[in-house]
């Protein structure tokens, strides 16, 4: 009996000593939120909008942003996913989570067991733009000139698996058109070479497209969503199903991850602190203003969160399969 309640006891204190540190989190430690694209990008904006927005429900805490980019995104998941569990490493992180499981052939984490989910963010529609010396200034003009050429045009994006990619992929399908898909670390570095005609197209989120619409620095032909956006730079903008593609709806959401096996307490604190950030009306103000719409539904609840990635992973599973790309 002594025996064993001498090995019991480093146990024991191990567990006082995790469920002391969960009840002062977040104590004076930084908080890390990675962005697994590149920066400047749309869902690099996402996060640093919500740690702005974390800080006063985490007692001021300290919260900052890095970028791990590569892989379609991959790279910086598998990096919060071997994270240690305490709750100061977090990772944003868009439909990457849904598509990736089918993407990347060897994904070096499960994206269904090697995260706790902490709730969603947004969802955010996507824009067709292009440089600003295409000759087409709208959505039919741009149907003529692909038709004219063919085998040249480039299409930009964050690499495979990314929102762009898929986006793109979608989009070349529906037209009939191939293009050269040109991948970068995110849209954002993207978005620069797109404005200086180094690429001719991309598909992107409207959080990094509206003021790039607005300043004119880009031409844009239509907006994913099923319904015409409402913010003024793209309410004139047709949907794709408008200009004739059906069923094409792709809308991009955004969710906040921590590394399996954080403490319950941890992971409560931090869903509180999301849930009062959704309702932030400054936050709320600048998503709005980008096109996204700010999560106010059950899917801020964990379990919620976690049963729509799934039911994402089987909406595009068979899509991707079909279309037959993958990562290495
Ligand atoms: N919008 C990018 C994508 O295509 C990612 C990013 O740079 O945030 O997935």
Sequence with gaps: MKKLVKSLLPLALAA??????????????????????????????VARDLAEALRKPLGG????????????????????????????????????MATMPTLVRNIPFKVESDFEYVGMINDVPMTLIGKPTLPANNYKELMAWLQANKGKINLGNAGVGSASHLCGMLFQHAVGVDMTAVPYKGTGP????????????????????????????????????????????????????????????????????????????????????????LKDPEFVKREEGLGAIVVNDRRVEPAEHKKFVLSEINKWSPLIKAANVYVD
């Excluded at 959080?207 to 793209?234: C, D, H, M, Q, W």
């Excluded at 991850?257 to 319950?264: D, F, L, M």
């Design 16 to 45: 006082v000593a995790v469920g002391a540190a969960a009840q002062e989190f977040p104590g004076s430690k930084p908080i890390t939120i990675y962005v697994p694209f590149a920066a400047g990008g749309p869902t690099d904006k």
């Design 190 to 277: 993207a978005m620069t070479d797109l404005m200086g005609g180094q690429i001719d197209l991309m598909c992107d989120q409207t959080t990094n497209t509206t003021s790039v619409i607005e300043g004119k620095k880009v031409k844009a032909f239509a907006v994913t969503s099923p319904k015409r956006l409402t913010v003024p730079a793209l309410k004139d903008l047709p949907t794709m199903q408008e200009v004739g593609v059906k069923d094409f709806n792709v809308s991009i959401f955004h969710g906040l991850y921590a590394p399996k096996g954080t403490p319950a307490p941890v992971l409560k604190k931090l869903n509180d602190a999301l849930k009062a950030a």
């Design 61 to 96: 805490a300290t919260i900052l942003v890095d970028n791990a980019a590569g892989a379609g995104g991959s790279i910086g998941a598998n990096k919060v996913a071997k994270a240690p569990a305490d709750g100061y490493t977090l990772l944003v992180h868009h439909i990457g």
